[in-house]
């Protein structure tokens, strides 16, 4: 079955911005219509949905965190990316990628099917 | 935004024993309800998706109901197994909201 991963930085600094990389095995991205999502997680607290991008391109977002995050595909390297600009320490958490089930006639479902294991993610000096 | 509460924020049952965990929707989302178990350091795992599908290879223990604004997951009879914090999550919107979570521990 699909598995996925997330690659990237473990340490970020105030201001900067993060960049993680979901490599995603097992099957194709392209084999159905899927939306592949961005989860969030700061050290002891509940989870917060970052962000989608359907394998169409088109993308949702969390209006909280809307004006800093990009989400985007590169089906050609199986993999999907999250740019989030202007990280502060409010950002520390651990980032998870989940793949949602496949598109039922003309409906997605956005529950998570699939999820990476996590990356922490520190944002200090 | 959609608001999502669940209660209790956290629960102690002894093994063999029945509980059930509350999720409110601040408005109606039909059944457009999933729950997760996250257990300590490991990534959060579906249980139920449209408020009462069980996902394959989750043991018939757990169930869950409900539609509109008040969903509840079930587990019939506790296993030590099932320590763990656990999620709703309204996917009716195209933002989507997870509750703050119930601690369950085995006592």
């Known amino acids: 079955h699909v598995q996925l991963q997330e690659l990237g930085p473990r340490l970020v600094k105030p201001s900067q911005t993060l960049s993680l990389t979901c490599s995603v095995s097992g099957d194709s991205m392209t084999s159905g219509s899927y939306l592949w999502n961005w989860i969030r997680q700061p050290a002891g607290k509940g989870l917060e949905w970052i962000g989608r991008v359907f394998t169409s391109g088109q993308n949702d977002y969390n209006p909280s965190l809307e004006s800093r995050v990009t989400i985007s595909l590169d089906t050609s390297k199986n993999q999907f990316s999250l740019k989030m600009t202007s990280m502060t320490a409010a950002d520390t958490a651990v980032y998870y990628c989940a793949r949602s089930p496949p598109r039922d006639s003309r409906v997605y479902y956005g529950y998570f099917q699939y999820w990476g294991q996590g990356s922490l993610v520190t944002v200090s000096t | 935004d959609i608001q999502m509460t669940q209660s209790p924020s956290t629960l102690s049952a002894f093994a063999g024993d029945r509980v059930t965990i509350t999720c409110r929707a601040s408005?109606?989302?039909?059944?457009?309800l999933a729950w997760y178990q996250q257990k300590p350091g490991k990534a959060p795992n579906l249980l139920i998706s449209?408020?009462?599908n069980l996902e394959i290879g989750v043991p018939s223990r757990f169930s869950g109901s409900g539609s509109g604004t008040e969903f509840t997951l079930t587990i019939s009879s506790l296993q030590p197994d099932d320590s763990a914090t656990y999620y709703c999550?309204?996917?009716?919107?195209?933002?989507?909201?997870f509750g703050q979570g119930t601690k369950l521990e085995i006592k």
């Open positions: 999550q309204q996917y009716k919107t195209s933002s989507s909201d």
């Open positions: 449209k408020a009462s």
């Open positions: 408005q109606s989302i039909s059944t457009w």
